[in-house]
């Protein structure tokens, strides 16, 4: 959990951008992931999809093609080609907020992921139900909205068959509340009991 902030009036969210990079065709469903740096301030060490926030001049999209340019040296050619997925919006109670775009992509024809051992530092491709197991035992560390896009993702048996599911999905946003009990901070999504009154 980052840091909480507890002072009463939330941080307005900054826009931001993800994209879920999907390979596979017809026969499986992998999906790229990168790990970020440790030294980083922000989720150090943490397995995200590709994505960062979006620059002054820029749009969601604009700002996801970029990303995925800069943390896994994968060039989309069409930003209109990027299929909105999720939009997730970090919870009031903490004090650094992101209003998230995700997108979801194939890899483009002969495109070979890499990254750049700064910004981030190794990479991987996974299958939905790979990822979930791979942090259950320690091996990867994911957040916890990375982790809810793979519960999302592992009914599918293909990347065709979530690429298709997605262009028909209306995207609605999902705002976590955070709910403070003594010493323990628990995450309420839309729907669980107690989040209205959170």
């Known amino acids: 959990m980052e840091e909480l902030n507890l002072t009463g009036s939330a941080t307005v969210p900054r826009p931001a951008a993800s994209v879920i990079v999907v390979r596979g065709g017809a ?14 301030r922000f989720m150090g060490g943490v397995w995200v999809f590709p994505g960062g926030a979006v620059d002054p001049g820029e749009d969601e999209r604009g700002a996801a ?28 109670e903490v004090k650094v907020r992101f209003d998230t775009h995700f ?22 491709w996974f299958s ?13 560390l994911l957040v916890f909205p ?26 609605v ?8 009990t003594g010493e323990t901070a628990r995450i309420l999504l839309p729907g669980d009991p107690g989040y209205d009154e959170a």
């Open 173 to 180: 946003p999902v705002q976590p509340r955070v709910l403070v």
């Open 103 to 124: 997108f979801v992509t194939p890899l483009p024809d002969g495109a070979q992921p890499a990254v750049d051992g700064a910004e981030c530092v190794a990479l991987g």
């Open 27 to 40: 026969e499986t469903l992998e999906v790229l992931l990168v790990q970020r740096t440790h030294e980083a």
């Open 146 to 171: 990375t982790i809810k896009h793979f519960e999302q993702l592992e009914p599918f048996a293909s990347a065709d068959a979530l690429v298709e599911h997605a262009q028909g999905r209306e995207v």
């Open 65 to 92: 093609v970029r990303e995925l340019r800069e943390e896994a040296a994968v060039d989309v050619a069409d930003a209109a080609g990027l299929v909105p997925f999720s939009r997730w919006i970090t919870p009031a």
């Open 128 to 140: 939905p139900r790979e990822a979930l197991l791979a942090h259950a035992r320690g091996e990867i």
